[in-house]
């Protein structure tokens, strides 16, 4: 280990390194840790893709954040794509490969670099890479950095992720031709009849045990344990049991969610909290005046995050659901989101003509003030793990609708362990949508589950609370680490 020993005028401060898996859905919780850590004084170099820190420059203003944090630095790395690869859904297998096999050496020799200096190696303190990039793990051993990892998914999706080989060794992955997607898994303890084969990660969807995506995350989830620690943005009163059982792959577990949550005890003020709305899109705030018109838990919220996209059938059903359900809608439509050449065109006009009437489309929302609106009453999501977490800490119960990766576990929590929210998960029909919406908006068993989960994750985030205290361990941690 260098020596990085401190004098009494000249402390040392720990340097952090942070590298997030290139999409919104991992750059956004990395970057609010990352502002954490700064805020207690660290140094901080974020590594994102060019790609990425080309419309990170577009969207936050990186000036603010370099004034209110001296020691807060950007520095970009290939993520082994074209500039002009649309990294859309359809093409995240690509992105994905491409940047476990060509970030490495760019990674490599920014941390070299960034240790060489005057002519002395005084590597950073330490990094926090993400729990799919598992190369850093590699070059922090190499290089005798301690490497913490930042894993974005569920404490519960997390578990069920360690025990794909078990899965598949069982004969319950991949699924087989005539298999009952109903049929319950048992060989996940503590999850036993929880998870139905449906429930499973997306990934378990594909037909060959030996997919290369499949072999992709058994080989990520299976490096974590090697890291001095797991992040996870969760909360001990949302998923402590899963927490613990995680405990016999890692011996240190920091559970630190909802991580915006923590902003608002440790930032003092909102207006010191840099904002990562609009982070890759530019946001419309027009909706936010447009909700201030509805009464209290009137609006449905629509949203499917950054990277599912909808076929044009799709669309239609749920633009049919929504508008018979009566309720008025708020309804997130990236413009890349609708798959085949005809898209939004040609929308039957009494759907127009409703939308005018009680809807609000728009191409990105400012996700986290429009569920914190008195006005929004429910929110139909592709169960994203933020989307998800962000919802609880508003206190605002689900309809879910997911597609892949962690969505299948997340949705099947929010329906049958927490009980705040509905699942409905392989079916796009309108009848079901509409009968989910009034369903969701009128039940009041359902309101009062999700104001005692929003109730637990603002005790979590409190002084004293248990993201708080977690928090302040691994400041302790990264300290010791730097001594
Ligand atoms: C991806 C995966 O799909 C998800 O399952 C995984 O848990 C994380 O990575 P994504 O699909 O984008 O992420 O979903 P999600 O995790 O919900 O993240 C979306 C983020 O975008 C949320 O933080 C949300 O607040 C933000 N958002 C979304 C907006 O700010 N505005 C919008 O209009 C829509």
Not at 89 to 105: F, G, K, P, W, Y
Not at 299 to 306: E, K, N
Not at 409 to 416: H, I, L, T
């Amino acid at each position: 280990r260098p020596n990085r020993s401190s004098t009494m005028d000249q402390p040392v401060v720990p340097h952090v390194v942070f590298l997030p898996f290139p999409a919104q859905g991992h750059v956004k919780p990395m970057l609010m840790l990352a502002e954490l850590l700064s805020q207690a004084g660290f140094e901080a170099t974020f590594i994102n893709s060019n790609h990425i820190q080309h419309r990170l420059e577009h969207s936050i203003n990186i000036a603010t954040m370099y004034r209110r944090f001296p020691k807060f630095q950007f520095r970009s790395v290939t993520d082994g794509l074209p500039s002009d690869h649309p990294r859309s859904s359809s093409s995240i297998v690509q992105l994905l490969i491409s940047a476990r096999d060509e970030t490495r050496t760019e990674f490599r020799n920014l941390l070299v670099n960034l240790g060489q200096k005057n002519g002395r190696w005084e590597p950073p303190t330490c990094i926090i890479a993400d729990g799919i990039m598992s190369f850093a793990i590699d070059i922090a051993e190499e290089l005798t950095i301690p490497v913490i990892t930042f894993r974005t998914f569920s404490a519960c999706c997390t578990w069920t992720y360690f025990h794909l080989t078990k899965l598949i060794e069982q004969g319950e992955v991949p699924f087989q031709g005539d298999v009952d997607m109903d049929k319950t898994i048992t060989c996940i303890p503590g999850l036993e009849g929880t998870l139905r084969c449906r429930d499973l990660p997306g990934i378990c969807r594909l037909k060959e045990a030996n997919d290369p995506l499949l072999q992709f995350f058994i080989k990520e989830t299976a490096a974590m344990p090697r890291a001095y620690g797991v992040i996870l943005n969760t909360f001990d009163g949302l998923e402590a049991s899963m927490v613990s059982k995680l405990g016999s792959f890692f011996s240190k577990i920091y559970t630190l969610g909802p991580l915006q949550g923590l902003f608002d005890t440790f930032a003092k003020s909102p207006s010191a909290r840099t904002s990562f709305n609009g982070l890759l899109w530019k946001e419309d705030r027009g909706c936010i005046s447009w909700l201030d018109f509805h009464p209290s838990r009137s609006v449905i919220y629509v949203s499917f995050g950054s990277l599912v996209c909808l076929v044009r059938d799709q669309l239609l059903e749920f633009w049919h659901g929504l508008v018979n359900s009566g309720k008025p809608f708020l309804w997130v439509l990236r413009s890349d989101s609708i798959l085949g050449e005809d898209g939004v065109s040609e929308v039957p006009l009494e759907l127009k003509a409703a939308t005018e009437e009680r809807g609000c489309i728009v191409d990105w929302a400012p996700q986290e003030e429009v569920l914190a609106h008195p006005a929004i009453g429910g929110f139909l999501t592709h169960s994203g793990w933020n989307s998800t977490l962000e919802s609880i800490f508003a206190g605002v119960p689900m309809i879910c609708w997911p597609m892949f990766a962690d969505q299948q576990v997340n949705s099947r929590c929010v329906s049958e362990l927490w009980k705040i929210g509905f699942d409905m998960k392989d079916k796009c029909e309108r009848a079901v949508i509409e009968k989910l919406v009034r369903d969701l908006m009128e039940s009041d068993e359902i309101v009062k589950s999700t104001d005692e989960f929003a109730r637990m994750a603002r005790d979590s985030v409190k002084e004293g609370g248990s993201s708080y205290s977690n928090l302040q361990k691994l400041i302790e941690d990264i300290k010791s680490i730097s001594l």
